[in-house]
Protein backbone atom coordinates (compact mmCIF):
# COMPACT_ATOMS: atom_id res chain seq x y z
CA UNK A 1 0.00 0.00 0.00
CA UNK A 2 1.40 3.37 -0.75
CA UNK A 3 2.61 5.37 1.79
CA UNK A 4 1.02 8.96 1.84
CA UNK A 5 3.66 11.72 2.30
CA UNK A 6 1.31 14.76 1.78
CA UNK A 7 -2.05 15.02 3.36
CA UNK A 8 -4.38 18.76 2.97
CA UNK A 9 -7.25 18.55 4.79
CA UNK A 10 -9.75 21.43 3.69
CA UNK A 11 -7.25 23.85 3.79
CA UNK A 12 -7.67 27.48 3.47
CA UNK A 13 -5.94 30.58 3.00
CA UNK A 14 -8.25 34.09 3.21
CA UNK A 15 -6.58 37.60 2.21
CA UNK A 16 -7.73 40.88 4.07
CA UNK A 17 -8.87 42.79 0.60
CA UNK A 18 -10.15 46.05 1.94
CA UNK A 19 -12.70 47.02 4.62
CA UNK A 20 -15.02 44.06 5.21
CA UNK A 21 -13.36 42.09 2.20
CA UNK A 22 -12.14 38.44 2.38
CA UNK A 23 -10.21 37.47 -0.83
CA UNK A 24 -10.14 33.73 -0.49
CA UNK A 25 -7.42 32.65 -2.35
CA UNK A 26 -7.41 28.51 -1.53
CA UNK A 27 -10.98 27.55 -0.08
CA UNK A 28 -11.58 24.14 1.50
CA UNK A 29 -9.18 22.07 -0.68
CA UNK A 30 -8.20 18.26 0.09
CA UNK A 31 -5.63 16.32 -1.39
CA UNK A 32 -3.06 13.60 -1.06
CA UNK A 33 0.59 12.67 -2.82
CA UNK A 34 2.09 9.47 -1.83
CA UNK A 35 5.67 9.11 -1.21
CA UNK A 36 7.51 9.24 -4.95
CA UNK A 37 4.74 10.40 -6.39
CA UNK A 38 4.15 13.60 -8.56
CA UNK A 39 0.58 15.59 -7.97
CA UNK A 40 -0.02 18.42 -10.53
CA UNK A 41 -2.00 21.74 -10.15
CA UNK A 42 -3.16 23.33 -12.91
CA UNK A 43 -5.56 25.83 -13.70
CA UNK A 44 -6.31 29.74 -14.62
CA UNK A 45 -3.67 32.26 -13.30
CA UNK A 46 -5.11 33.36 -10.32
CA UNK A 47 -7.05 30.24 -9.57
CA UNK A 48 -4.91 29.97 -6.07
CA UNK A 49 -2.47 27.54 -7.62
CA UNK A 50 0.87 28.89 -6.33
CA UNK A 51 -0.70 29.65 -3.11
CA UNK A 52 -2.12 26.47 -2.14
CA UNK A 53 1.55 25.31 -2.96
CA UNK A 54 3.19 28.01 -0.66
CA UNK A 55 0.24 27.55 1.89
CA UNK A 56 1.60 23.37 1.95
CA UNK A 57 5.06 24.56 2.92
CA UNK A 58 4.18 26.80 5.33
CA UNK A 59 5.23 30.13 3.42
CA UNK A 60 1.51 31.43 4.01
CA UNK A 61 0.08 30.16 7.65
CA UNK A 62 -2.96 28.65 6.65
CA UNK A 63 -6.48 30.18 7.54
CA UNK A 64 -8.27 26.82 8.60
CA UNK A 65 -7.77 23.10 7.84
CA UNK A 66 -4.71 21.16 8.03
CA UNK A 67 -1.56 19.81 6.59
CA UNK A 68 -0.09 16.51 7.70
CA UNK A 69 3.43 15.35 6.54
CA UNK A 70 4.64 12.07 7.23
CA UNK A 71 1.20 11.56 9.27
CA UNK A 72 1.77 14.69 11.65
CA UNK A 73 -0.15 17.90 12.12
CA UNK A 74 2.33 20.26 10.85
CA UNK A 75 0.63 23.40 12.60
CA UNK A 76 1.53 21.55 15.97
CA UNK A 77 5.43 21.21 15.35
CA UNK A 78 7.75 23.23 18.01
CA UNK A 79 10.33 25.40 16.44
CA UNK A 80 12.91 22.43 16.08
CA UNK A 81 10.30 20.00 14.69
CA UNK A 82 9.35 23.03 12.26
CA UNK A 83 12.61 23.59 11.18
CA UNK A 84 13.28 19.84 10.59
CA UNK A 85 9.41 19.71 8.13
CA UNK A 86 11.36 23.07 6.07
CA UNK A 87 14.41 20.93 5.39
CA UNK A 88 11.82 18.05 4.68
CA UNK A 89 9.69 20.47 2.21
CA UNK A 90 11.31 22.50 0.04
CA UNK A 91 10.39 25.02 -3.35
CA UNK A 92 11.21 25.44 -6.75
CA UNK A 93 10.36 29.23 -7.90
CA UNK A 94 8.77 30.47 -11.15
CA UNK A 95 11.29 33.06 -12.05
CA UNK A 96 14.64 31.81 -11.70
CA UNK A 97 16.32 35.10 -12.03
CA UNK A 98 14.80 36.86 -9.28
CA UNK A 99 14.92 33.95 -6.91
CA UNK A 100 18.34 34.39 -6.89
CA UNK A 101 20.38 36.98 -5.12
CA UNK A 102 22.02 38.55 -7.63
CA UNK A 103 24.98 39.84 -5.09
CA UNK A 104 25.97 36.24 -4.22
CA UNK A 105 27.66 33.60 -5.78
CA UNK A 106 26.10 30.37 -6.96
CA UNK A 107 27.83 28.59 -4.66
CA UNK A 108 26.54 30.78 -1.62
CA UNK A 109 23.31 30.82 -2.71
CA UNK A 110 22.92 26.99 -3.01
CA UNK A 111 25.34 26.74 0.49
CA UNK A 112 22.55 28.59 2.32
CA UNK A 113 20.31 26.22 3.36
CA UNK A 114 23.49 24.03 4.15
CA UNK A 115 24.59 26.87 6.90
CA UNK A 116 20.95 26.60 7.97
CA UNK A 117 20.40 22.69 8.72
CA UNK A 118 23.71 21.42 8.91
CA UNK A 119 27.16 21.80 10.63
CA UNK A 120 30.03 21.38 8.16
CA UNK A 121 33.26 22.33 7.62
CA UNK A 122 34.09 24.92 4.72
CA UNK A 123 35.60 21.87 3.02
CA UNK A 124 32.63 19.81 3.06
CA UNK A 125 30.16 22.37 1.85
CA UNK A 126 32.23 22.98 -1.06
CA UNK A 127 32.15 18.86 -1.73
CA UNK A 128 27.98 19.12 -1.16
CA UNK A 129 27.50 22.14 -3.54
CA UNK A 130 29.57 20.86 -5.82
CA UNK A 131 27.70 17.38 -5.99
CA UNK A 132 24.52 18.81 -5.98
CA UNK A 133 26.30 21.10 -9.23
CA UNK A 134 26.89 18.47 -11.34
CA UNK A 135 23.15 16.11 -9.88
CA UNK A 136 21.98 19.14 -12.17
CA UNK A 137 23.93 19.40 -15.45
CA UNK A 138 26.07 21.77 -14.37
CA UNK A 139 30.25 21.76 -13.57
CA UNK A 140 32.19 23.40 -10.58
CA UNK A 141 32.83 26.44 -12.24
CA UNK A 142 29.30 27.31 -12.33
CA UNK A 143 29.89 27.99 -8.44
CA UNK A 144 32.32 30.92 -8.74
CA UNK A 145 29.32 33.18 -11.03
CA UNK A 146 26.71 35.09 -10.45
CA UNK A 147 23.12 34.64 -11.89
CA UNK A 148 23.39 37.49 -14.18
CA UNK A 149 26.35 35.53 -16.13
CA UNK A 150 24.02 32.41 -16.41
CA UNK A 151 20.77 31.46 -19.17
CA UNK A 152 17.95 31.19 -17.66
CA UNK A 153 18.03 27.13 -18.07
CA UNK A 154 21.35 27.35 -16.07
CA UNK A 155 19.75 29.75 -13.14
CA UNK A 156 16.52 27.24 -13.04
CA UNK A 157 19.11 24.15 -12.42
CA UNK A 158 20.73 26.54 -9.51
CA UNK A 159 17.16 26.48 -8.21
CA UNK A 160 16.66 22.84 -8.25
CA UNK A 161 20.30 22.64 -6.45
CA UNK A 162 19.26 24.76 -3.85
CA UNK A 163 15.67 22.70 -2.84
CA UNK A 164 17.80 19.31 -3.52
CA UNK A 165 20.92 20.65 -1.45
CA UNK A 166 19.58 19.95 1.94
CA UNK A 167 18.07 16.67 0.68
CA UNK A 168 14.61 17.10 0.95
CA UNK A 169 11.50 14.65 0.76
CA UNK A 170 9.34 16.79 -0.89
CA UNK A 171 9.76 19.68 -2.81
CA UNK A 172 6.77 21.83 -4.43
CA UNK A 173 7.32 23.11 -8.17
CA UNK A 174 5.76 26.61 -8.74
CA UNK A 175 5.41 26.67 -12.37
CA UNK A 176 9.27 25.99 -13.12
CA UNK A 177 9.27 26.10 -16.73
CA UNK A 178 7.15 28.91 -17.66
CA UNK A 179 9.92 31.58 -17.75
CA UNK A 180 12.08 28.92 -19.80
CA UNK A 181 12.25 29.09 -23.95
CA UNK A 182 10.06 25.89 -25.44
CA UNK A 183 13.47 24.32 -26.25
CA UNK A 184 14.59 24.43 -22.14
CA UNK A 185 11.69 23.44 -20.67
CA UNK A 186 11.50 19.31 -21.60
CA UNK A 187 15.07 19.44 -20.53
CA UNK A 188 14.74 20.99 -17.05
CA UNK A 189 10.96 18.36 -16.84
CA UNK A 190 12.93 15.36 -17.50
CA UNK A 191 15.92 16.73 -15.20
CA UNK A 192 13.10 16.39 -12.04
CA UNK A 193 11.81 13.42 -13.21
CA UNK A 194 15.50 11.97 -12.83
CA UNK A 195 16.17 13.79 -9.91
CA UNK A 196 12.68 12.16 -8.32
CA UNK A 197 14.01 8.57 -9.44
CA UNK A 198 17.42 9.04 -7.89
CA UNK A 199 16.34 10.12 -4.94
CA UNK A 200 12.12 9.04 -4.26
CA UNK A 201 11.51 12.53 -4.48
CA UNK A 202 7.26 13.83 -4.02
CA UNK A 203 6.84 16.83 -6.48
CA UNK A 204 3.61 18.88 -5.95
CA UNK A 205 4.29 20.48 -9.49
CA UNK A 206 2.29 23.49 -10.47
CA UNK A 207 1.41 24.50 -13.22
CA UNK A 208 -0.29 26.48 -16.96
CA UNK A 209 1.16 23.88 -18.98
CA UNK A 210 -1.06 20.67 -19.53
CA UNK A 211 0.91 19.15 -21.96
CA UNK A 212 3.56 19.56 -19.45
CA UNK A 213 2.07 18.74 -16.62
CA UNK A 214 0.63 14.96 -17.87
CA UNK A 215 4.30 14.17 -19.05
CA UNK A 216 5.23 14.18 -15.32
CA UNK A 217 2.33 13.60 -13.27
CA UNK A 218 0.95 10.83 -11.73
CA UNK A 219 -1.99 12.18 -10.63
CA UNK A 220 -3.84 15.70 -11.44
CA UNK A 221 -6.05 18.02 -9.64
CA UNK A 222 -7.39 21.23 -11.65
CA UNK A 223 -7.97 24.22 -9.83
CA UNK A 224 -10.60 26.94 -10.42
CA UNK A 225 -11.47 30.08 -7.78
CA UNK A 226 -9.55 28.17 -4.80
CA UNK A 227 -11.29 25.20 -5.29
CA UNK A 228 -10.60 21.75 -6.38
CA UNK A 229 -13.27 20.92 -9.16
CA UNK A 230 -11.34 17.34 -10.49
CA UNK A 231 -8.79 15.15 -9.26
CA UNK A 232 -7.92 11.75 -11.11
CA UNK A 233 -4.66 10.11 -12.54
CA UNK A 234 -3.65 11.75 -15.85
CA UNK A 235 -4.93 9.37 -18.32
CA UNK A 236 -7.82 9.12 -16.58
CA UNK A 237 -8.13 12.72 -16.63
CA UNK A 238 -7.29 13.05 -20.06
CA UNK A 239 -9.23 10.40 -21.54
CA UNK A 240 -12.06 10.28 -19.46
CA UNK A 241 -12.54 14.03 -18.50
CA UNK A 242 -16.00 15.27 -16.67
CA UNK A 243 -15.95 18.29 -15.41
CA UNK A 244 -16.89 21.07 -17.99
CA UNK A 245 -14.33 23.47 -16.75
CA UNK A 246 -11.14 20.49 -17.33
CA UNK A 247 -12.82 20.26 -20.62
CA UNK A 248 -12.87 23.66 -21.44
CA UNK A 249 -8.74 23.76 -20.14
CA UNK A 250 -8.01 20.31 -22.00
CA UNK A 251 -9.82 21.71 -25.47
CA UNK A 252 -7.56 24.59 -25.38
CA UNK A 253 -4.15 22.28 -25.94
CA UNK A 254 -2.85 23.31 -29.05
CA UNK A 255 -2.92 20.40 -31.60
CA UNK A 256 -0.21 18.65 -32.95
CA UNK A 257 -1.28 18.46 -36.20
CA UNK A 258 -1.54 21.82 -38.30
CA UNK A 259 -4.10 20.82 -40.63
CA UNK A 260 -6.95 22.84 -39.89
CA UNK A 261 -9.22 19.96 -41.33
CA UNK A 262 -7.70 17.47 -38.43
CA UNK A 263 -7.58 19.69 -35.74
CA UNK A 264 -10.20 19.44 -33.01
CA UNK A 265 -12.92 21.55 -31.56
CA UNK A 266 -12.85 24.00 -29.44
CA UNK A 267 -14.92 24.33 -26.33
CA UNK A 268 -15.96 27.91 -26.25
CA UNK A 269 -16.21 29.58 -22.72
CA UNK A 270 -18.71 32.75 -21.99
CA UNK A 271 -17.31 35.26 -19.73
CA UNK A 272 -14.24 36.00 -17.20
CA UNK A 273 -13.53 34.35 -13.88
CA UNK A 274 -15.57 36.01 -11.16
CA UNK A 275 -13.51 37.96 -8.31
CA UNK A 276 -12.74 35.62 -5.46
CA UNK A 277 -13.78 38.15 -3.48
CA UNK A 278 -17.07 38.17 -4.29
CA UNK A 279 -17.55 34.48 -5.47
CA UNK A 280 -21.01 32.76 -6.96
CA UNK A 281 -23.35 31.69 -4.36
CA UNK A 282 -23.69 28.61 -5.94
CA UNK A 283 -21.09 26.64 -8.16
CA UNK A 284 -17.91 28.76 -9.15
CA UNK A 285 -18.04 27.84 -12.45
CA UNK A 286 -22.02 28.25 -12.53
CA UNK A 287 -21.27 31.95 -14.40
CA UNK A 288 -19.80 30.73 -16.91
CA UNK A 289 -20.84 27.05 -17.47
CA UNK A 290 -23.37 25.95 -20.48
CA UNK A 291 -24.31 22.65 -18.57
CA UNK A 292 -25.19 25.20 -15.48
CA UNK A 293 -28.86 24.37 -14.25
CA UNK A 294 -30.98 26.24 -11.43
CA UNK A 295 -29.14 23.91 -8.73
CA UNK A 296 -25.69 25.36 -9.84
CA UNK A 297 -26.70 28.58 -9.21
CA UNK A 298 -27.61 28.29 -5.76
CA UNK A 299 -25.77 24.78 -4.08
CA UNK A 300 -21.86 24.57 -4.00
CA UNK A 301 -21.49 20.88 -5.22
CA UNK A 302 -18.81 19.19 -2.93
CA UNK A 303 -15.76 17.23 -4.38
CA UNK A 304 -16.98 13.41 -4.47
CA UNK A 305 -15.33 9.81 -5.92
CA UNK A 306 -17.23 9.26 -9.01
CA UNK A 307 -15.21 6.49 -9.68
CA UNK A 308 -12.30 4.41 -8.07
CA UNK A 309 -9.20 7.87 -8.04
CA UNK A 310 -11.74 9.74 -10.10
CA UNK A 311 -13.07 12.91 -7.92
CA UNK A 312 -15.17 15.47 -9.54
CA UNK A 313 -17.27 18.49 -8.06
CA UNK A 314 -20.40 19.02 -10.21
CA UNK A 315 -23.93 18.57 -9.80
CA UNK A 316 -23.82 17.41 -13.70
CA UNK A 317 -21.69 14.65 -12.81
CA UNK A 318 -22.81 13.87 -9.15
CA UNK A 319 -26.40 13.44 -10.22
CA UNK A 320 -27.43 16.35 -8.96
CA UNK A 321 -26.59 16.18 -5.34
Known sequence: MAEKLIEVKDLSKYFGAGKNAVLKAVDGVNFSIDRGETLGLVGESGCGKTTCGRTVLKLYDATQGQILFNGEDVS???KRELLSFKKNAQM??????????????ISEIIAEGLNVHYSLSRAEKIKRV??????????ESFGNRFAHELSGGQRQRVGIARALVVEPQFIVCDE?????????????VNLLIKLQK???LTYLFISHDLSMVRHISDRIGVMYLGSLVELATSDVLFERTLHPYTQVLLSAIPDADPDPDLQKKRMKIVGEIPSPVNQPKGCKFSTRCSF????????????KEVEKGHFVACHKCNGGK
Not at 176 to 188: G, K, N, R, Y
Not at 292 to 303: E, F, G, S
Request: glycine share 2%; aromatic share 8%; proline share 7%.
Open 130 to 139: NEVLYSVGLT
Open 92 to 105: IFQDPYSSLNPRMT
Open 76 to 78: KYN
Open 176 to 188: PISALDVSIQAQI
Open 292 to 303: ATDICKTDRPVL
Open 198 to 200: ERN
